[in-house]
């Protein structure tokens, strides 16, 4: 049974336990039953089991609980294989079977479309799914030092609190990532602004790979960018530079904001790059700069986009919210002309440096906040044969919105990260902009967790 987090600040309540029948999923990977007229989100709970459970927030029309007792157990309930889970609140799911973590997460997806869009997807696809543990490549652990214990901790933060999981290990990092947890505690203890230093990023380079002349093995490239609050002094150095060595990664650090990242040391060392050998392209990135943290997936999802778009050479393709041109340039690569646009410009900046890296012609980036789009300023940027949109999670309400029968594209392939919103989209498209929702499926970017990934194909008909 996952152990609850703590609260540390009020004495445990005597909380009433009642029984439930668990229904479904939800969003955040809680099992949802009904009890008495109002929705129970049960954590821990999985969908067919009959439960125990205690309510730790009452509200009008629903709870959320804790499971207390598993009377009957589901079929697909499996050993977690990460001992911090349940306390750890980086994964939600590993109490379930896999496969069936891909199950639930297309009917959310279903269900958003359906519920929130009124819209079906006319073909569902087969999911996309890849490596089931260390598969992460980036991520942001979170830094504690406890005075009265002498330790400091390392990792994500506990479920539903902001403190810091005590954890050694994860096993949806990177193997060589996860094995510096420990090491990053006890080499932090020793710093001077221990009780300085909340935060640290990680990114894992894919592609350029050293090899150890000793034994023969690559080591990936990491970087590891430490958030400090005061300055190191000559002793802080010499331990970074040591850890550095020893662990053969790099360390930046970060004083304020982004402007302020730089490398600490060493100076110059290989650079964080990506590849998708499919279409003959590499990516270098910064380690604070957006890329997907799954490459593996990245180039199932790659290859999907580019089935369901199907670029033609001469086509005129938009490419929104495009980051680096992780999409931009598979495209160009099939002779369409493509326009990448993206608010930042610093992802503009590299995806520029990446087209030039790669030769790719019939490319061209702007900057653009299409979270401001208008049906003018579309317009302005002409007619274009196709779409691709990749948005944050806040995805693309006025651009869709701003859809008009001058500037509707034939066919538009959207990458979600949030199927609420990619399904509230949806229904602008197919219900208000004359588009049929032709495809969709989830991408299984994050397996034991409750993310959904998600793309679909909307084709124009009126």
Avoid at 46 to 68: C, D, F, G, M, W
Avoid at 165 to 191: F, G, H, T, Y
Avoid at 379 to 405: C, M, N, Q, S, Y
Wanted: glycine fraction near 6%; charge should be negative; hydrophobic fraction near 40%.
């Amino acid at each position: 049974m996952a152990r609850h987090a703590r609260n540390r600040n009020k004495p445990p309540a005597i909380l009433e336990t009642k029984h439930a029948t668990i229904e479904s999923l939800d969003q955040e990977g809680r099992g949802v039953a009904h009890v008495e007229g109002k929705t129970i989100f049960i954590d821990g709970a999985l969908p067919n089991e009959k439960v125990t459970y205690q309510s730790i927030r009452i509200k009008p029309s629903y709870e959320v609980a804790n499971v207390v007792e598993i009377l009957k157990q589901s079929n697909q309930r499996v050993t977690p294989k990460c001992p911090h889970f349940g306390l750890c609140g980086g994964c939600k799911l590993q109490h379930l079977d896999f496969a069936a973590q891909v199950a639930a997460k297309q009917r959310l997806l279903e269900n958003d479309l359906w519920h929130i869009g009124q819209v079906n997807a006319e073909n569902m696809l087969p999911p996309l799914y890849g490596p089931t543990w260390g598969y992460r490549h980036k991520a942001r652990l979170s830094v504690k030092y406890v005075e009265k214990k002498q330790r400091v901790l390392v990792g994500f933060n506990e479920k539903a609190t902001r403190y810091v999981a005590d954890m050694n290990s994860c096993e949806v990092l990177v193997p060589e990532v996860s094995a510096l947890i420990a090491p990053l505690q006890d080499m932090i203890l020793q710093l001077s602004i221990r009780d300085k230093l909340p935060q640290i990023e990680l990114a894992v380079g894919e592609a350029d790979l050293e090899v150890d002349v000793e034994t023969g093995s690559n080591y990936p490239v990491i970087v590891l960018i430490l958030r400090i609050m005061e300055a190191l002094n000559p002793d802080d150095e010499a331990l970074l530079t040591a850890f550095a060595d020893t662990h053969k990664v790099q360390i930046w650090t970060q004083t304020k904001g982004p402007d302020t990242i730089k490398p600490f040391y060493p100076l110059a060392g290989p650079a964080l790059k990506y590849s998708l050998p499919e279409f003959d392209l590499t990516y270098p990135f910064k380690p604070n700069e957006f890329t997907q943290v799954n490459p593996h997936i990245n180039r199932v999802m790659l290859r999907r986009a580019m089935q369901l778009l199907a670029p033609q050479e001469n086509e005129r393709i938009a490419d929104f919210f495009c980051g680096i041109g992780n999409f931009t340039l598979p495209i160009a690569r099939s002779g369409a002309q493509v326009l990448g646009l993206e608010g930042l410009a610093n992802l503009v900046d590299r995806a520029n440096e990446s087209a030039a890296l790669n030769n790719t012609e019939q490319v061209r980036f702007g900057i653009a906040d299409l979270f401001k789009m208008t049906e003018s300023s579309l317009a302005e940027l002409g007619h274009f044969d196709k779409w691709l949109v990749d948005p944050p999670r806040d995805g693309a309400f006025e651009l869709v919105k701003a859809i008009t029968p001058e500037t509707a594209p034939k066919l538009i392939v959207y990458v979600s990260c949030n199927p609420a919103t990619l399904a509230r989209d949806a229904g602008v498209l197919v219900n208000e902009k004359g588009y049929t929702l032709s495809a969709a499926g989830v991408i299984n970017m994050f397996p034991h967790t409750a993310h959904v990934e998600s793309i679909a194909l909307f084709t124009l008909t009126t």
